[in-house]
């Protein structure tokens, strides 16, 4: 099935680093959202994007939906600990009723303190 | 208000058994969708479903899977027969169907073991 390209696939950094990382689609989407998940929890949405071109933030958090709708990047500033999990990456095209998330294959995130 | 509620939180069955997995969603939200995790990848569109209608079932597979969202009570995903291969994470998400369905809301899933 479709998937994205998700990278990189996993990242080990030290506490207050900055991190950044992506995604990629062949085909386009109107929507990309980013989620978090932790070890037997579900996927936590962080931030949604809406239009082409789009950049925005939510703490220490920022992402962009970029202006081929193909795809997008998130960043995270001065990592803590608590940001150790897995990323991922959605696309949604919401035409009729197409509703499915399209999923990367998630950036696990490791943060040394 | 309680987030979408997925029971049981592991589900054991032995191959050829019945797996039911329960998901209500968020009180007020009409829409439910379907999601399988294997490890160490993402998820994987099974289903969405709205009160008593299935909407969009392309990532079903074609025998022993089944959803239904009745008009009261929670969301049911079915998978009859099952084999090794169905052990995964099962994650239901719930959205108002207004406004932006972007906002869905997930569960803590199920895990499944088939064993």
């Known amino acids: 099935g479709q998937q994205l390209n998700q990278s990189p696939q996993s990242m080990f950094i030290q506490e207050g680093e900055d991190v950044s990382m992506n995604c990629t689609s062949s085909?386009?989407?109107?929507?990309w959202l980013w989620y978090k998940q932790e070890p037997g929890e579900g996927p936590v949405l962080l931030i949604a994007l809406y239009k082409a071109g789009e950049l925005t933030s939510n703490g220490r958090l920022t992402a962009q939906f970029g202006i081929t709708r193909k795809d997008s990047f998130l960043n995270i500033s001065a990592s803590i600990p608590s940001d150790v999990g897995i990323y991922f990456c959605?696309?949604?095209?919401?035409?009729?009723?197409?509703?499915?998330?399209?999923w990367g294959l998630g950036t696990s995130l490791a943060v040394n303190p | 208000n309680a987030g979408v509620m997925q029971n049981p939180r592991h589900l054991v069955r032995r191959r050829g058994q019945e797996a039911r997995l329960r998901c209500s969603p968020m009180k007020g939200h009409s829409h439910v969708y379907w999601y399988r995790q294997l490890p160490e990848e993402g998820l994987k569109f099974m289903v969405y479903l709205q009160k008593e209608n299935i909407i969009d079932e392309s990532g079903m597979p074609k025998e022993r899977f089944s959803a239904e969202f009745p008009k009261e009570g929670p969301s049911i995903l079915r998978i009859q027969q099952v084999v090794r291969g169905d052990s995964a994470a099962y994650f239901c998400?719930?959205?108002?169907?207004?406004?932006?369905?972007?906002?869905?809301?997930f569960g803590q899933g199920t895990r499944l073991t088939v064993v």
């Open positions: 085909s386009i989407f109107n929507t």
């Open positions: 959605a696309g949604q095209l919401r035409a009729g009723n197409n509703r499915k998330l399209i």
């Open positions: 998400a719930s959205s108002p169907g207004t406004g932006t369905d972007t906002e869905a809301f």
